[in-house]
């Protein structure tokens, strides 16, 4: 994995992503965890290319400010680029924009797992 891999994606705003529908508010605007989501699957699917078979990433860090609010039928942009790799912890730079400019920014990070160790070694937890 090398320092500089890059992503966008585009939506748009629905009902479903509101902070009055998530519970995260009272208002029909794009809800901050929508925002977060949007973020951390920017930021997976960039670096899914780059795999090997049997593995996938983890949110474990999310340091990122919503600025500005957004309305139900607006577009929103999320770009991530890869900022630092240790290992198997991947650091992302991330702004979110809608047309009329910047909504988010801040920093999201993931770390390399391997998917069935990591499923097996959560699921055990019902065992205990």
Excluded: W
């Excluded at 966008?8 to 509101?18: A, R, S, Y």
């Excluded at 949007?38 to 860090?61: K, M, R």
């Excluded at 240790?86 to 009329?100: G, I, N, T, W």
């Amino acid at each position: 994995m090398e320092i500089g891999i890059t992503a966008n994606q585009t939506t748009t705003v629905t009902e479903q992503m509101t902070a009055k529908v998530m519970g995260s508010g009272k208002l029909d605007v794009y809800a901050t965890p929508c925002m977060i989501a949007f973020v951390e699957n920017t930021a997976s699917n960039s670096v899914e290319p780059y795999l090997e078979d049997g593995q996938g990433t983890v949110g474990t860090l999310v340091n990122v400010k919503h600025v500005s609010a957004t309305p139900v039928g607006m577009k929103v942009t999320c770009e991530t680029k890869l900022v630092e790799v240790d290992r198997k912890r991947l650091v992302f730079d991330v702004k979110v924009y809608d047309k009329s400019g910047l909504i988010g920014e801040g920093t999201h990070e993931r770390f390399i797992i391997e998917n069935q160790k990591f499923t097996d070694k959560t699921y055990a937890k019902l065992e205990k």
